[in-house]
């Protein structure tokens, strides 16, 4: 079969492979349809690799695999994979859609579980990309009043086009006190940072009220937080940490 395999350097190249064999517990999944994570580009920017690059797997203790990464991907007919990972599509679905919800959508879906979000609670979302809008979809209709949260203003039109009850550019003014005005001064019940700007994550931990919970979702990047004022005088209940390639939480 053929292959695309990320090369570095923003460089991309069609391989053979030989056609993937089932383990004792795999499957084999004919591809229709391959997304692209935002994951995917920090590989295909990074420095060209000699041989080139190659479901909570990626918290095994004998090492990660993640696809695309450590483990091929789905650029390619035919894709190994275990039979513990796979999720029924749909009927209703097409191919094109489930590919698009197995990561962006299934991301901010999987975050808005974790924090327990609730109907009537106040949510701020902090970066407007395709997860964090598919973050303020989801949280409008699970009864939360999502207040969206990015720099560029096409990405704030479509957040109020998706629902979400206010935005705001933190490029104006300081938005944590903005957060904090539309919320009583209390702050937001919940956070979330789809963005990975350190200044964003900073701030989804500031923009929460006391015993509130802030996620954030991506990968790489810091963020450097002033623990005694920022967490344990405010009594922030929890700082959740939830990667696309995996989570832990900080108490």
């Known amino acids: 079969m053929k292959g695309v395999v990320f090369l570095g350097d923003r460089k991309l190249e069609l391989r053979?492979?030989?056609?993937?064999?089932?383990?004792?517990?795999?499957?084999?999944?004919e591809i229709k349809a391959s997304g692209?994570?935002?994951?995917?580009?920090?590989?295909?920017?990074?420095?060209?690799?000699?041989?080139?690059?190659?479901?909570?797997?990626?918290?095994?203790?004998?090492?990660?695999?993640?696809?695309?990464?450590?483990?091929?991907?789905?650029?390619?007919?035919?894709?190994?994979?275990?039979?513990s990972t796979l999720v029924p599509l749909p009927d209703a679905l097409s191919f094109?859609?489930?590919?698009?919800?197995?990561?962006?959508?299934?991301?901010?879906?999987?975050?808005?579980r974790r924090l327990n979000l609730?109907?009537?609670?106040?949510?701020?979302?902090?970066?407007?990309?395709?997860?964090?809008?598919?973050?303020?979809?989801?949280?409008?209709?699970?009864?939360?009043?999502?207040?969206?949260v990015d720099i560029?203003?096409?990405r704030r039109k479509l957040a109020q086009q998706f629902g979400a009850h206010e935005v705001l550019d933190p490029a104006v003014g300081d938005v944590v006190a903005a957060i904090r005005d539309l919320t009583h001064g209390e702050g937001a019940h919940k956070t979330?940072?789809?963005?990975?700007?350190?200044?964003?994550?900073?701030?989804?931990?500031?923009?929460?009220?006391?015993?509130?919970?802030?996620?954030?979702?991506?990968?790489?990047?810091?963020v450097t937080l002033d623990v005694s004022p920022d967490l344990l005088r405010r009594d922030a209940g929890r700082l959740l940490d939830l990667l696309e390639a995996g989570a832990g939480r900080v108490r």
Do not use: N
Request: aromatic content about 6%; some cysteine.
């Open 36 to 83: 692209m994570c935002g994951s995917d580009l920090h590989t295909y920017r990074a420095p060209a690799q000699p041989g080139g690059a190659v479901g909570w797997t990626q918290m095994c203790l004998e090492g990660p695999v993640v696809y695309g990464s450590g483990g091929h991907g789905g650029h390619a007919r035919y894709m190994k994979v275990p039979v």
């Open 16 to 29: 053979e492979f030989p056609d993937p064999t089932p383990g004792p517990r795999d499957v084999i999944l």
């Open 118 to 148: 609730q109907g009537g609670e106040t949510i701020a979302i902090f970066g407007q990309g395709p997860v964090g809008l598919s973050a303020t979809q989801l949280a409008v209709v699970m009864g939360a009043r999502v207040i969206a």
């Open 96 to 112: 094109v859609t489930g590919a698009a919800i197995s990561c962006g959508t299934g991301t901010a879906w999987g975050a808005l």
């Open 152 to 154: 560029a203003a096409e």
């Open 192 to 222: 979330l940072d789809a963005s990975s700007a350190p200044d964003a994550r900073a701030a989804a931990v500031r923009a929460v009220r006391s015993w509130g919970t802030a996620c954030f979702v991506g990968e790489r990047g810091q």
